[in-house]
């Protein structure tokens, strides 16, 4: 089952302008992952989130999270070509079966 | 930083086959790994947890006789699609954490994934 809901499914921008995504997520949770998939290709982690932590950056990244609103988001600014790939926010839950059920991911295309 | 290696990319094979994809933790022990199916433009379902020295945890739906699992070391786990059938054909990657268990809020890290072909 599916648990991170991203929005939008797939967005298309200009080299230099910053994307934005969305997830949002149904039960209590431990954590929050975002990856990045190249076609073909395995999963990359980009950033790792606690529950108790609201923002996070790393690079060109930036990711909140809003446990009140079972939301989180991710920003790539300043984007490049090479950001072209589908994003993944993933959830953990708090039980002690360690399972991450990824949500239905985000299309980028970043136009040069 | 921890690197997962799967074997191999890419099979293309009869029906009726059994495969066998390898996924090693290379410079990490992993208690648990993760296997997972993607469909073309799909998110990934996880099939399976697999458990170093136990049996493997499967999801719902996921046929454990089809799908068998093996977590042989804390380095290796092996999954083999048993009598492949052309439905079986899709995009099947794992994953390792260092670290046990969900307190350690540590990323997984991802093996390339595995193309499987079923004629």
């Known amino acids: 089952s599916q648990q991170g809901e991203e929005d939008p499914q797939a967005l298309s921008i200009q080299e230099g302008e910053n994307a934005t995504m969305n997830c949002s997520y149904k039960t209590s949770i431990n954590n929050l992952q975002w990856y990045r998939q190249n076609s073909g290709r395995g999963l990359v982690h980009l950033i790792l989130i606690r529950s108790n932590e609201r923002e996070k950056h790393s690079g060109r990244l930036r990711v909140t999270l809003d446990t009140s609103k079972k939301s989180s988001s991710l920003l790539i600014t300043a984007s490049r070509a090479a950001d072209t790939a589908s994003y993944f926010c993933a959830t953990e839950e708090g039980t002690s079966y360690d399972k991450v059920i990824f949500g239905p991911g985000t299309s980028l295309s970043v136009i040069p | 930083g921890a690197v997962v290696s799967q074997h191999p990319s890419r099979v293309i094979c009869k029906s009726g086959t059994s495969v066998k994809i390898e996924c090693r933790s290379l410079?990490?022990?992993?208690?648990?790994m993760f296997w997972y199916r993607q469909f073309p433009k799909q998110s990934l379902m996880l099939m399976a947890t697999s458990n170093e020295g136990s049996k493997a945890t499967y999801e719902q739906g996921v046929e454990k006789d089809k799908f068998l699992i093996n977590h042989a070391s804390l380095t290796l786990s092996t999954l083999t699609v048993t009598s492949a059938h052309p439905e079986d054909s899709s995009f099947y990657i794992c994953?390792?954490?260092?670290?046990?268990?969900?307190?350690?809020?540590?990323?997984?890290?991802f093996g390339d994934g595995t193309r499987l072909s079923i004629l």
């Open positions: 410079d990490f022990q992993a208690t648990t």
């Open positions: 994953s390792a954490r260092v670290g046990v268990g969900w307190e350690s809020n540590q990323p997984q890290h």
